[in-house]
């Protein structure tokens, strides 16, 4: 399980390789310079003018007096811009402490053997522990997770198996990844299997 420190340095590291070929455009430091002088310069003209527009309102209110005043005319709110919300994705890893997870039942757990799951089995029996499927199709009985650190994941539950799978999606925004180990799993132990991957 990475702590925060060691889960801060690879997200700097995975943002530096990331930006590595960004270079700023030549003359963009003098640009933003130069457009901060104007803000500045806006900004103390209207501290200046803010106040004779004030005394100039008041005054004039004071000389025309009371009067009848017509209505405002209805002003038209601008629509808010949308833009388009991606869903959080993460890659599975499986945490170097994965002989702490209780034994599964294989008789019950389903494993298929194909190049899409990983089974890890620990022990002096080598019992089966956690089972991750890397593209399975989110069911219609999975319901939301609440995990700490880690939106948007959902879940279920098999009593008769014992066990609970956690789905979460993958960077291809299409398939899942189901995640599966015994029911009394506590949720601490689950979070160290994710990592964001967008």
């Not at 943002?15 to 640009?31: K, S």
């Not at 499986?94 to 002989?99: F, G």
């Not at 999975?142 to 879940?155: N, T």
């Amino acid at each position: 399980m990475l702590t925060d420190e060691q889960l801060t340095d690879q997200l700097r590291l995975a943002f530096d390789q990331a930006t590595r070929d960004i270079t700023p455009a030549p003359g963009l430091g003098a640009a933003v310079r130069r457009r901060h002088r104007q803000g500045r310069r806006r900004a103390g003209a209207v501290r200046v003018a803010l106040p004779v527009a004030a005394a100039a309102c008041v005054g004039g209110a004071v000389v025309s007096g009371g009067g009848h005043r017509a209505p405002a005319p209805n002003a038209q709110r601008p629509t808010p811009s949308v833009s388009p919300i991606r869903p959080v994705s993460y890659v599975v890893t499986v945490p170097a402490q994965a002989e702490s997870f209780s034994c599964l039942d294989g008789n019950s757990v389903p494993v298929p053997h194909d190049a899409a799951t990983w089974v890890v089995a620990t022990g002096p029996d080598d019992c089966l522990t956690i089972v991750v499927r890397t593209d399975v199709a989110l069911p219609g009985s999975a319901r939301p997770f609440s995990l700490a650190g880690v939106p948007g994941l959902y879940e279920t539950k098999d009593a008769a198996a014992n066990t609970r799978t956690i789905y979460s999606r993958n960077a291809d925004g299409r398939s899942w990844s189901a995640l599966t180990v015994t029911a009394d799993t506590p949720d601490a132990k689950l979070r160290s299997f994710y990592a964001p991957s967008n």
